[in-house]
């Protein structure tokens, strides 16, 4: 579902280009990954092929191995597997002004969650996807990108948590205000 709805964020910013990034706007940067964990996706869980967590293998002063067993496994050190490390290096040369991470959430449990400083992004997010804005997803996230990035480095983080039991067309639609034109207010 994330990766569907950002390659359709992808898209529209591409169609969008030769209209409303043109003019007297400053040029800037966008980075947009679509999949961060291919074998989690390949094999429809949050897990790597070696069974971490990358949401909870970054060099964070809560970063725990957690049990190899269950899925939020945080891996045998932060920073142990490479897309983690690609991200944490990338994070480190561009210096992004904010980050918005997009997750899928089950249980009705879906929101705008941010850290560090990010609470303006979520309520700018809330006021078009129409999803709680929040600080804490309700239960603890050792190691996650979001406390690393945004609670211990200060970066606006947003992570969008996409609810798992809507169609992907149905979360893009729900999104795409909040992605194509909050982005782009948030570039300027």
């Known amino acids: 579902m994330t990766a569907y709805v950002m390659t359709r964020l992808v898209s529209a910013l591409q169609e969008a280009e030769g209209d409303a990034f043109k003019g007297d706007l400053p040029p800037r940067t966008v980075v947009i990954l679509p999949v961060v964990n291919p074998d989690g996706l390949a094999?429809?869980?949050?897990?790597?092929?070696?069974?971490?967590?990358?949401?909870?293998?970054?060099?964070?002063?809560?970063?725990?191995?957690?049990?190899?067993?269950?899925?939020?496994?945080?891996?045998?050190?932060?920073?142990?597997?490479?897309e983690s490390r690609t991200l944490y290096r990338l994070v480190l040369r561009l210096r992004p002004r904010w980050i918005v991470a997009v997750h899928t959430?089950?249980?009705?449990?879906?929101?705008?969650?941010?850290?560090?400083?990010?609470?303006?992004?979520?309520?700018?997010?809330?006021?078009?996807?129409?999803?709680?804005?929040?600080a804490s997803i309700g239960y603890p996230t050792p190691g996650s990108f979001g406390t690393w990035a945004g609670r211990e480095r200060g970066i606006p983080v947003l992570t969008l948590e996409l609810p798992s039991h809507h169609s992907r067309q149905r979360c893009w639609s729900d999104n795409e205000a909040a992605l194509s034109n909050v982005l782009f207010r948030w570039m300027t």
Request: glycine share 12%; net charge positive.
């Open 43 to 82: 094999r429809r869980t949050r897990r790597n092929a070696r069974g971490v967590d990358l949401n909870r293998n970054f060099p964070t002063k809560d970063w725990a191995p957690g049990d190899a067993r269950r899925r939020n496994y945080g891996g045998p050190k932060p920073l142990s597997e490479p």
């Open 105 to 134: 959430i089950n249980r009705g449990r879906f929101c705008n969650n941010y850290d560090g400083p990010g609470e303006k992004l979520a309520r700018a997010f809330a006021a078009c996807n129409g999803y709680p804005v929040t």
